[in-house]
């Protein structure tokens, strides 16, 4: 008899066209979807300056992505009507399994959004039995996350392929949809509000979303979800209801039997939808307002026609097919034109190369922005088998010594002439005071000599693409060089002093270390200090401390991912003291204690403060 062990969350991303000797598509990647997530809070996005480029460094992660503004046009109100561009460097396999998405090839349109991920299948649904394409009127946060895969719940639980809401701002990042308790006042009009973020954005319900699908099964099960509407602090509202499938990615995993001639018996593959609600209207308390208008199915990815406002702005968009697939190719806004070209070589990808200005100038682009990475690492290395061999490996240090050749890079050409080459690579990073809590995976890989391997339930670390260093060169510029490196302190308990630290040596010399908080559900993702040394000698230290006592951290709202990645985005965090030495003397600024412990109102905001300085 063969007995079948399930592979339970150690998912394999790849593209279902490889197929091994026993008829199985081979699974070439290990992805582990659980925490794909973990570095998306908008405050832990921070880029470093003189991203002329367009450029964005994470100085946590070392992530790298771009975000820039073709056009902008100036109104009467301050709703901005514009269009942007995104792009992160991310494996082709890990997030871009479907390279025909987007109607900008590797580039993303930046629009508002709340985006999720879920079984293609079965569309956008909570676990609630009675209610189930109710997504937003969620009646108990236990129904937030969708069921088990409807292809196989043991083999597919939800929290292995599924990528919980987040509304998306352009320019701002993204946030976290956590379900409302009460804990936090919400505005007295409106409503109910069923979900708030960790920004104060409050979330209530749209009864049906504008495409609805009258044709295939699965245009119909997308059009079933309910629509958003967001109110932000300063008053705006977005209406979230108009469904599109940015990406689908095919997962495949198997069950291993212990027959000794085939012990690979069975495999099953899962197709995840990546989706998004898009804003179809903007309103400010005034009542100006900018409409987004759309013409693509529930099932296809965003095709945006026209963006106009109540004052008279309007931006048109025009597609065409390219090479079989229908691409941005211009972009107009009162009389003037933007124009897209794509890649004519024979790459999987037909990457954005080069977008034209109405003044006949060019921004050009070039180099791999989807690379394809070998990930292998020892899988017994931050396993519960041998927990502590990552905190041994040290990553490559490029600000004492030149980045070696491997690696990929990507290059952006401004229509002065200025070269910007960006240089990345993969570099371990991960946190302490992780609990270990193990479970048999059932993975055994083809020629592995590892069976039934322990996994971590609660992730501690991984492999990252980082940016290693950049260069600017040009005519009449001195070459400009920026380099890199990141280092994570990473362990279970009891080991709960781990740090994150990343270095920058700019091009004049000066070093500036970000050391950043890496402890589970404590002080994981905040900034700690930023020192910055020249010729060995540091000339200006900053260092901050937040609120951990009393009701701090405070929690905000009920996610199912707070106790595994999200701990973050669901807690109040407040910086309550700040120290910048330099120059021989210090100055401080803090929170009073004068109001018989912190002086922060119900939303952590300080109602009094202090400052002083001194040699």
């Not at 936090?184 to 009009?189: L, R, S």
């Not at 008279?312 to 211009?330: A, K």
């Not at 933007?338 to 050009?364: C, F, I, T």
């Not at 922005?369 to 927990?387: E, I, N």
Request: with cysteine; hydrophobic share 35%.
């Amino acid at each position: 008899m063969n007995v079948q062990k399930p592979i339970y969350l150690f998912i394999a991303a790849i593209c279902l066209a490889g197929v091994s000797h026993d008829g199985f598509a081979q699974a070439t990647q290990g992805v582990d979807l659980r925490y794909a997530t973990l570095l998306k809070d908008p405050e832990r996005l921070a880029a470093t300056p003189g991203n002329t480029f367009g450029d964005q460094h994470n100085t946590e992660s070392g992530s790298l992505s771009f975000n820039v503004v073709d056009v902008s046009i100036p109104g009467n109100s301050d709703l901005p009507v514009e269009f942007r561009r995104s792009m992160k460097i991310e494996d082709i396999l890990l997030d871009y399994a479907n390279p025909a998405s987007s109607r900008l090839s590797d580039w993303d349109f930046d629009l508002p959004r709340i985006q999720a991920a879920y079984e293609y299948k079965t569309g956008w649904v909570t676990s609630d039995p009675a209610r189930q394409r109710k997504n937003c009127s969620v009646t108990n946060p236990a129904y937030i996350a969708p069921p088990g895969s409807g292809t196989n719940p043991d083999l597919f639980p939800a929290e292995a392929y599924w990528s919980a809401p987040s509304v998306h701002f352009p320019g701002q990042g993204s946030s976290l949809l956590l379900y409302n308790q009460g804990r936090i006042t919400a505005p007295a009009d409106g409503g109910p509000y069923y979900w708030l973020t960790s920004n104060f954005d409050y979330v209530s319900c749209l009864a049906s979303i504008q495409n609805v699908g009258k044709g295939t099964p699965e245009e119909v099960a997308f059009s079933s979800a309910e629509g958003y509407m967001v109110r932000r602090p300063d008053g705006t509202r977005y209406w979230f209801d108009w469904m599109a499938v940015d990406k689908t990615t095919n997962f495949i995993t198997a069950s291993r039997g212990t027959s000794v001639v085939n012990p690979w018996l069975k495999s099953e593959a899962l197709r995840q939808a990546t989706t998004a609600l898009y804003a179809t209207r903007v309103e400010d308390r005034f009542g100006n307002w900018v409409n987004y208008h759309y013409s693509n199915a529930n099932t296809q990815p965003v095709r945006i026609d026209r963006i106009e406002s109540s004052d008279g702005r309007v931006i048109t968009f025009s597609y065409s097919e390219v090479q079989g697939v229908e691409r941005l190719t211009s972009v107009a806004a009162h009389g003037r034109t933007w124009l897209y070209d794509y890649s004519q070589e024979n790459l999987r990808v037909k990457p954005l190369v080069a977008v034209g200005n109405p003044d006949g100038s060019a921004w050009n682009y070039s180099g791999l922005s989807k690379p394809s990475f070998d990930w292998s690492l020892d899988q017994q290395y931050g396993s519960c088998a041998r927990p502590d061999t990552w905190r041994s490996i040290v990553n490559f240090d490029a600000t004492v010594a030149e980045p070696p050749g491997d690696g990929y890079r990507y290059w952006v050409v401004s229509p002065s002439g200025a070269r910007a080459e960006f240089h990345y690579g993969l570099v371990l990073l991960g946190r302490s005071g992780v609990p270990k809590q193990c479970r048999v995976s059932g993975t055994t890989l083809p020629g592995s000599s590892y069976q039934d391997m322990l996994e971590q339930a609660i992730r501690m670390g991984g492999k990252q693409i980082a940016l290693l260093s950049k260069t600017i060169t040009g005519p009449g510029i001195e070459p400009l060089r920026w380099r890199y490196n990141y280092q994570s302190d990473m362990g279970h308990l009891p080991f709960t002093n781990g740090t994150s630290r990343t270095k920058i040596l700019d091009p004049k010399g000066l070093l500036t270390t970000y050391v950043y908080g890496n402890v589970y559900k404590g002080n994981e993702g905040l900034l700690l200090s930023v020192t910055e040394t020249l010729a060995g000698t540091a000339i200006r230290t900053v260092t901050n401390q937040y609120a951990a006592e009393g009701d701090y951290p405070k929690q905000l709202g009920r996610h199912p991912n707070i106790d595994s990645s999200d701990f973050g985005s669901a807690y109040l965090r407040p910086k309550i003291f700040t120290r910048t030495a330099q120059d021989g003397s210090y100055f401080d600024w803090s929170v009073s204690r004068a109001c018989g412990s912190l002086c922060l109102d119900g939303l952590g905001r300080p109602t009094t403060y202090v400052e002083a300085s001194g040699p």
